[in-house]
C-alpha cells in the first residue's frame, strides 16, 4: 500500500474510532489527527475537511463489492454486502446517518447505486430495443428507492433480517426492469 495510502487509513481509523464516542459534527480536525498521531498539515495535504475524510471511507471501505463487476446475476449479493457492512460498521454508519454528514452516506450510495444499476440495465437491454431515455427512467426510479429501503432498515434500529429485505427487493424488481 502506498504511503500516502496509509496516512489516509491512519486518518480514517482515528475518525471511526471518533465516532464510535461522539457525533461526527462535534469531531475536529485536532482530534482526528490527535487519534492517529499525525500532524494537521498532513491532513490537510490529503483532505480539505473532515466531510472529505468521511467521504474517503465510504469510497474506499464501504462497498468492497464495489471493485467487482456487479451484474444482474450478481446485483442482489452485492445489495447484501452493503447491508452486511453497515451491520459490521454499525456504530459508525449510524452515527453518520444522524449526524451533519448523512449526506455523504447518501450521496456516496446514490452515486454507486446509480453507476451499478446503469450498467445492469444496459447489459438487459443489448438484446432488447430499449431507449436510453428508458433506460435512464429505470435507473432513476430504482437507485432512491434502494437507497431508501436502506435507510428505512437502518432508521428503524436495523432489526429485519438482511436477506430478507433484499429477498422482497428482488421479488419486487425480478422481470420488472426486463419488462420495461
Not at 112 to 133: F, H, K, P, S
Not at 150 to 166: D, S
Request: proline fraction near 2%; hydrophobic fraction near 40%; include cysteine.
Amino acid at each position: 500500500m502506498p504511503y500516502s495510502d496509509v496516512t489516509k487509513q491512519l486518518m480514517a481509523e482515528s475518525l471511526k474510532k471518533l465516532m464510535k464516542k461522539m457525533p461526527f459534527n462535534k469531531i475536529s480536525i485536532h482530534n482526528i489527527v490527535d487519534g492517529c498521531g499525525l500532524t494537521r498539515q498532513a491532513f490537510y495535504y490529503h483532505f480539505q475537511d473532515a466531510y472529505e475524510l468521511l467521504g474517503w471511507i465510504y469510497s474506499n471501505e464501504a462497498l468492497e463489492y464495489g471493485r467487482k463487476e456487479i451484474n444482474y446475476k450478481t446485483w442482489e449479493a452485492a445489495y447484501l454486502e452493503v447491508f452486511k457492512y453497515i451491520e459490521n460498521n454499525k456504530i459508525f454508519c449510524m452515527n453518520t446517518l444522524h449526524s451533519i454528514g448523512r449526506g455523504h452516506l447518501e450521496r456516496f450510495l446514490f452515486a454507486n447505486t446509480a453507476a451499478y444499476l446503469t450498467n445492469i440495465v444496459n447489459e438487459i437491454g443489448i438484446d432488447m430495443n430499449v431507449t436510453e431515455e428508458n433506460k435512464k427512467f429505470i435507473v432513476d426510479f430504482y437507485t432512491p428507492a434502494f437507497i431508501a429501503v436502506l435507510a428505512k432498515w437502518m432508521e428503524e434500529g436495523m432489526k429485519e433480517e438482511p436477506l430478507n429485505i433484499v429477498k422482497n427487493v428482488v421479488a419486487v424488481m425480478d422481470g420488472n426492469v426486463k419488462k420495461h
